[in-house]
């Protein structure tokens, strides 16, 4: 039973060291820095948006989330008969309140100021760019694909191409 009872004690004081180890700010300041200086960048679109594709006999219908986006940076390209390339960039700048610009102003003209750029405490807006291609199984119709973007959802119409120039070919 002593075994035991020591086993969940190294547990429990494991799992306390980590809790405290996350109440220290410079905790997460030294894992961001870590990770950015092996070439990945905390902020940044690094995954596709979340889509769903549904087929009727007409066509599809895709739908992406993609908040924070502005309508003019979503790219949607027909590649081929086939497929379709979604492709979007969204950027977030950092807003100063007036009252840092003052202090920027100040710290300016005094030289014993080091730094009046803010401390971060939480910064999870992403920005960056994603490019992400949906092949299909029948062919589209180019001419007749819309697209509508309303509140973070990107909705896309892909009617199926009319297959009345289908030609059967017969075996020798």
Do not use: C
Not at 125 to 149: H, L, M, T
């Amino acid at each position: 039973m002593a075994l035991t009872n020591r086993f969940f004690n190294d547990a429990f004081r494991d799992m306390h060291r980590a809790i405290s180890l996350m109440d220290d700010p410079s905790f997460f300041d030294n894992a961001r820095r870590s990770l950015q200086s092996a070439g990945n960048s905390i902020g940044s679109v690094s995954r596709y948006p979340a889509t769903n594709i549904s087929e009727t006999p007409e066509g599809y219908e895709l739908q992406a989330e993609l908040p924070g986006y502005d309508k003019k940076d979503i790219h949607i390209d027909l590649a081929d008969d086939h497929t379709l390339l979604l492709s979007g960039s969204v950027e977030h700048r950092r807003e100063s309140s007036s009252s840092n610009q003052e202090q920027e102003q100040t710290a300016a003209t005094s030289k014993d100021v080091k730094s009046t750029s803010p401390k971060w405490w939480v910064n999870e807006r992403v920005s960056g760019s994603f490019q992400r291609s949906f092949s299909f199984p029948n062919s589209i119709n180019s001419s007749g694909i819309k697209a509508s973007y309303e509140n973070g959802i990107l909705k896309i119409l892909l009617p199926k191409a009319n297959n009345e120039n289908k030609k059967r070919i017969t075996i020798d």
